[in-house]
């Protein structure tokens, strides 16, 4: 081989200037995909641009690459040193024959000639020569609605035609007759390849351009590296979402019949686990917008035992099988804890209140969209949740009548709201439904969990022997939901009055706290510990010494209520909306007041859908306490019967009976035993 001319190499300047003089870091295309002749050209290139940054001459170049050292330096600075659109330089992708790398410029004036043709790079020739028109326009492309003044959210195309055309008349191009006003369309398709290009190199702006900052987030959304999750019970996600469907409650009226009304807004919350897919709990929420409370509830239905709901008769068996929850299956998953909890930029304001609870209880850190990999609050961040929710809706909820859809074009010429009056799809069948919906979906093969169901996966990932649970305090999740507040003692000897206290605009005492008149003037700590009956309250001394269940006095004393309506029901009565009879219970007197509203499309008010879903949720747990006591005393009843034809057929003492039996010689005695 020939010496080199250069030992030490040639150092293009404008190689060391860049930093781009180590040829390995330099980008390198498939030549795989290209056909044979362009592949051997390419490779010839190839090896010219190495031997000519080696420093061999231009013989020896062109006897093995068949080009020439002033070809090959051309081929380094006009094509590989040029910037690629991902923002790295050409390198080796530069030397792929045929490939432009800079746009075609035109040079001469535009004529057009009789058949339309000879108008090639006409807009990149106007633009060049009014580069403030450029810049305007290109500012107008690329300019997106103002979020406090009114304006176009979208331009269409159209009308950025017609500005650039306004621009070019005012600068006297119709008047010459100059392009675009000579052909026949007056440049439009031409305009449209410039506007996309524009896009093309403003992808961020055009994003915003286009679709708001919505879609401009997601396109810098992630492909979850930043968040990674190496086991489950690692990270959970949780958010709401607003049922699409239209429910009724059948309200009575004072005829005895029943009266349908239309509630609008429903919600689920629901917590998945990301790494199983598992649900662990939700909550259905009843309130115009999602509250602290209502967050709360979910928590700890994610970390108390579920139960099958008793249905209506005949619809037992939409329950799958397998459907269940993870705190249904096995008393090591009720309570469990996990590490994360993410929630979205609309939960986050409500989760602020509740991230005190989440760090004492299930010590568990808050993610919010203001820090780690959910700070861009693109709806891709948290996929896994969304998913849930187009499956949830898309298996359930839409496939029926009376659902709304996600958008307007959804309804097809339906009227959800007569088809929720007429069919009498009740809130309680939506309770129904969701519930089954999200059981179902936890019995569900995943092709992401290798075809196992995420209960599975679950049971699979935590049967490890290098896994370990965290349980939360029973105790503390019972009082998940609590308050507790220092109340003052009133009454006393001054007063003549047995002690009571004035708790959450409800009086309450029982016989232990009105005999001690001792705590007259004094505080003491009043807890609601049923979140649905706030009939009664736990109360001790700020020693710590328990004065036993306190119990509301009228008008808060016969029907189960929680705070919030108590709360609700107070201020509707301040704004005299009703009058509470003396002997009355308020809450009685609310419902009254809810049910005689004539106007039959007002909305329940959404307190008193709280109060018949504790109404009913008491019914229900008192209906199965029946079951249970009727079920033992049935059994309680045939042994008795046993017993007595024992008696009967063997007719004798209880002494010989035990002879009789330690004999072992009585046929009769044992046939009817084992009847």
Same mark, same amino acid.
């Given at each position: 081989?020939?010496?080199?001319?250069?030992?030490?190499?040639?150092?293009?300047?404008?190689?060391?200037?860049?930093?781009?003089?180590?040829?390995?870091?330099?980008?390198?295309?498939?030549?795989?995909?290209?056909?044979?002749?362009?592949?051997?050209?390419?490779?010839?290139?190839?090896?010219?641009?190495?031997?000519?940054?080696?420093?061999?001459?231009?013989?020896?170049?062109?006897?093995?690459?068949?080009?020439?050292?002033?070809?090959?330096?051309?081929?380094?600075?006009?094509?590989?040193?040029?910037?690629?659109?991902?923002?790295?330089?050409?390198?080796?992708?530069?030397?792929?024959?045929?490939?432009?790398?800079?746009?075609?410029?035109?040079?001469?004036?535009?004529?057009?000639?009789?058949?339309?043709?000879?108008?090639?790079?006409?807009?990149?020739?106007?633009?060049?020569?009014?580069?403030?028109?450029?810049?305007?326009?290109?500012?107008?492309?690329?300019?997106?609605?103002?979020?406090?003044?009114?304006?176009?959210?979208?331009?269409?195309?159209?009308?950025?035609?017609?500005?650039?055309?306004?621009?070019?008349?005012?600068?006297?191009?119709?008047?010459?007759?100059?392009?675009?006003?000579?052909?026949?369309?007056?440049?439009?398709?031409?305009?449209?390849?410039?506007?996309?290009?524009?896009?093309?190199?403003?992808?961020?702006?055009?994003?915003?351009?286009?679709?708001?900052?919505?879609?401009?987030?997601?396109?810098?959304?992630?492909?979850?590296?930043?968040?990674?999750?190496?086991?489950?019970?690692?990270?959970?996600?949780?958010?709401?979402?607003?049922?699409?469907?239209?429910?009724?409650?059948?309200?009575?009226?004072?005829?005895?019949?029943?009266?349908?009304?239309?509630?609008?807004?429903?919600?689920?919350?629901?917590?998945?686990?990301?790494?199983?897919?598992?649900?662990?709990?939700?909550?259905?929420?009843?309130?115009?917008?999602?509250?602290?409370?209502?967050?709360?509830?979910?928590?700890?239905?994610?970390?108390?035992?579920?139960?099958?709901?008793?249905?209506?008769?005949?619809?037992?068996?939409?329950?799958?099988?397998?459907?269940?929850?993870?705190?249904?299956?096995?008393?090591?998953?009720?309570?469990?804890?996990?590490?994360?909890?993410?929630?979205?930029?609309?939960?986050?304001?409500?989760?602020?209140?509740?991230?005190?609870?989440?760090?004492?209880?299930?010590?568990?850190?808050?993610?919010?969209?203001?820090?780690?990999?959910?700070?861009?609050?693109?709806?891709?961040?948290?996929?896994?949740?969304?998913?849930?929710?187009?499956?949830?809706?898309?298996?359930?909820?839409?496939?029926?009548?009376?659902?709304?859809?996600?958008?307007?074009?959804?309804?097809?010429?339906?009227?959800?709201?007569?088809?929720?009056?007429?069919?009498?799809?009740?809130?309680?069948?939506?309770?129904?439904?969701?519930?089954?919906?999200?059981?179902?979906?936890?019995?569900?093969?995943?092709?992401?969990?290798?075809?196992?169901?995420?209960?599975?996966?679950?049971?699979?990932?935590?049967?490890?022997?290098?896994?370990?649970?965290?349980?939360?305090?029973?105790?503390?999740?019972?009082?998940?939901?609590?308050?507790?507040?220092?109340?003052?003692?009133?009454?006393?000897?001054?007063?003549?009055?047995?002690?009571?206290?004035?708790?959450?605009?409800?009086?309450?005492?029982?016989?232990?706290?009105?005999?001690?008149?001792?705590?007259?003037?004094?505080?003491?700590?009043?807890?609601?510990?049923?979140?649905? *009956? #706030?009939?009664? /309250?736990?109360?001790?001394?700020?020693?710590? !010494? &328990?004065?036993?269940? @306190?119990?509301?006095? %009228?008008?808060?004393?016969?029907?189960?209520?929680?705070?919030?309506?108590?709360?609700?029901?107070?201020?509707?009565?301040?704004?005299?909306?009703?009058?509470?009879?003396?002997?009355? *219970? #308020?809450?009685? /007197?609310?419902?009254?007041?809810?049910?005689? !509203? &004539?106007?039959?499309? @007002?909305?329940?008010? %959404?307190?008193?859908?709280?109060?018949?879903?504790?109404?009913?949720?008491?019914?229900?747990?008192?209906?199965?306490?029946?079951?249970?006591?009727?079920?033992?005393?049935?059994?309680?009843?045939?042994?008795?019967?046993?017993?007595?034809?024992?008696?009967?057929?063997?007719?004798?003492?209880?002494?010989?009976?035990?002879?009789?039996?330690?004999?072992?010689?009585?046929?009769?005695?044992?046939?009817?035993?084992?009847?």
């Amino acid at each position: 081989m020939k010496t080199r001319e250069n030992p030490l190499g040639r150092q293009l300047p404008c190689l060391l200037r860049t930093g781009n003089e180590d040829l390995d870091a330099w980008p390198t295309p498939d030549d795989g995909v290209l056909t044979e002749f362009d592949r051997k050209k390419y490779l010839m290139r190839k090896e010219a641009v190495r031997l000519y940054l080696a420093g061999y001459g231009d013989s020896l170049i062109r006897e093995k690459c068949e080009i020439g050292l002033k070809q090959t330096y051309r081929l380094i600075t006009e094509r590989c040193l040029k910037t690629h659109p991902d923002g790295r330089i050409y390198g080796f992708r530069g030397l792929i024959p045929k490939l432009r790398i800079k746009p075609y410029k035109r040079k001469r004036k535009v004529k057009v000639n009789e058949f339309g043709g000879g108008a090639v790079g006409a807009m990149g020739l106007v633009l060049d020569l009014n580069p403030d028109l450029r810049r305007s326009f290109d500012k107008k492309i690329l300019e997106s609605a103002s979020s406090s003044t009114l304006s176009l959210i979208r331009k269409p195309r159209q009308a950025l035609w017609k500005w650039f055309l306004d621009r070019l008349r005012d600068l006297g191009y119709e008047v010459r007759g100059e392009w675009p006003f000579n052909t026949i369309t007056n440049g439009y398709n031409s305009v449209c390849r410039h506007i996309d290009l524009v896009y093309k190199l403003n992808p961020k702006m055009a994003a915003r351009a286009i679709g708001g900052k919505t879609l401009e987030r997601k396109l810098i959304t992630g492909d979850g590296v930043d968040r990674p999750v190496k086991r489950v019970l690692q990270r959970v996600e949780m958010d709401a979402h607003k049922l699409d469907g239209r429910f009724c409650v059948l309200m009575p009226n004072g005829d005895g019949e029943h009266v349908p009304r239309i509630v609008h807004r429903l919600w689920v919350i629901v917590i998945l686990d990301v790494e199983s897919r598992a649900v662990l709990g939700y909550h259905f929420a009843l309130g115009k917008e999602v509250s602290k409370t209502d967050v709360l509830r979910a928590i700890k239905s994610a970390l108390t035992r579920w139960r099958r709901r008793i249905l209506s008769p005949g619809l037992e068996h939409i329950y799958w099988d397998d459907a269940n929850f993870p705190s249904g299956m096995s008393d090591r998953y009720v309570g469990m804890c996990w590490d994360e909890t993410s929630v979205d930029g609309a939960l986050a304001e409500t989760c602020k209140s509740v991230e005190q609870f989440l760090r004492d209880v299930v010590n568990s850190r808050l993610i919010s969209p203001k820090e780690g990999f959910a700070s861009r609050r693109g709806l891709d961040e948290r996929p896994f949740i969304e998913t849930f929710f187009r499956v949830l809706a898309g298996g359930g909820l839409h496939k029926m009548s009376n659902t709304t859809g996600s958008k307007p074009k959804d309804r097809k010429g339906r009227e959800p709201e007569e088809v929720a009056l007429n069919s009498q799809f009740q809130l309680e069948y939506a309770e129904d439904l969701i519930d089954v919906l999200i059981a179902n979906y936890n019995a569900t093969p995943h092709t992401s969990l290798g075809y196992r169901t995420p209960l599975q996966f679950l049971e699979y990932a935590t049967n490890r022997p290098d896994f370990s649970f965290r349980y939360a305090d029973p105790e503390q999740v019972s009082l998940l939901l609590s308050l507790r507040k220092k109340c003052k003692v009133q009454g006393g000897v001054q007063e003549g009055r047995a002690p009571y206290v004035n708790f959450e605009n409800a009086r309450y005492t029982n016989e232990i706290l009105s005999q001690r008149f001792d705590l007259a003037g004094k505080y003491i700590d009043v807890i609601n510990h049923e979140e649905n *009956d #706030a009939r009664i /309250a736990l109360a001790s001394t700020s020693d710590g !010494q &328990s004065l036993g269940v @306190l119990r509301a006095g %009228p008008p808060w004393h016969r029907f189960p209520h929680s705070l919030r309506i108590r709360a609700a029901i107070k201020g509707m009565i301040r704004k005299k909306m009703f009058y509470v009879a003396s002997g009355t *219970d #308020a809450t009685e /007197a609310f419902v009254e007041y809810c049910e005689s !509203q &004539s106007n039959k499309k @007002l909305p329940p008010h %959404p307190s008193c859908l709280e109060f018949r879903r504790i109404i009913a949720n008491s019914e229900r747990n008192e209906s199965e306490e029946l079951l249970r006591v009727a079920l033992d005393t049935i059994s309680s009843s045939d042994e008795a019967e046993i017993a007595r034809r024992d008696q009967a057929i063997g007719g004798k003492d209880s002494d010989s009976e035990v002879n009789e039996c330690s004999q072992g010689s009585s046929p009769r005695r044992r046939k009817a035993a084992s009847s």
